[in-house]
């Protein structure tokens, strides 16, 4: 069921259905517009849900998803004057078929990891230098405090792999491994100071400051908790 034969020109139909959308829905809205291609086809919402799933966003995400999806498309209606009640009845009933899918296995605490999915989307929205800083600690699984302590002279370069030392708890050592090109590509980036990951001064970055925009757009793009520790979870968990 296409909104835009209903009342709109598609563009139209587009630019007030993202309008009527709430701060919180805007970017489902957004998602879903594109998934359709601009078309604002509501019977695809079961199609959007099976996608979301298929690329690893987990049973809850997915369903805050539909919730706002689905309340974004009822603002809409509600405005629509060019409708008549009959479809705005069959719209109703399309909405009210789409059901949240089942939540997952409560052996997993899905609200305490990422998927390879929404790690790589995390990467891709947060800013570089974090960014640079969160995919170590996908790769690696060490702690935030473990990861900013690194030191250049903590790396050892043996052809494609990068030998990482990490003072760990108890101020005990341990050694971890990379993908030399990780290296090089951070060490091109941040080139002041003694520290892998430095601030633009070339101090040690504060933890707090990466966990506060971690939290933000873990917030923002999947509705749930994040923290850098969300990364050591994840990595245990893969």
Known sequence: MNLATFEFQNSELTSKFLTLASDQQVLTAKRFVDFCNGALDISKIEEFKSHMLENGLAPSTVSTH???????IRNLVDT??????GQKFAIEQVLKKVKAPKPASKSIESNK????????????????????????LAMT?????E?????????????EVAQVRILGKGSKYRTVKVPASFIFRTKEKN?????????????????????????LYGKKLFFKKVSPHTFRHSFATE
């Open 66 to 72: 539909i919730y706002r999806l689905k309340g974004s």
């Open 141 to 145: 699984g060490c702690r935030i405090s």
């Open 113 to 136: 990891i990422l998927t390879p999915y929404e790690i790589d989307l995390l990467m891709k929205s947060l800013p570089p230098s974090v960014a640079s800083i969160c995919k170590f």
């Open 191 to 215: 080139k002041l100071g003694v520290f892998l990951f430095p601030t633009s001064t070339g101090k040690k970055q504060d933890r707090r400051y990466i966990h506060r925009v971690v939290s």
């Open 147 to 159: 990861a900013l302590d690194i030191k250049l002279s903590d790396i050892q370069l043996i052809g």
């Open 80 to 85: 629509a004057s060019k409708l008549t009640q």
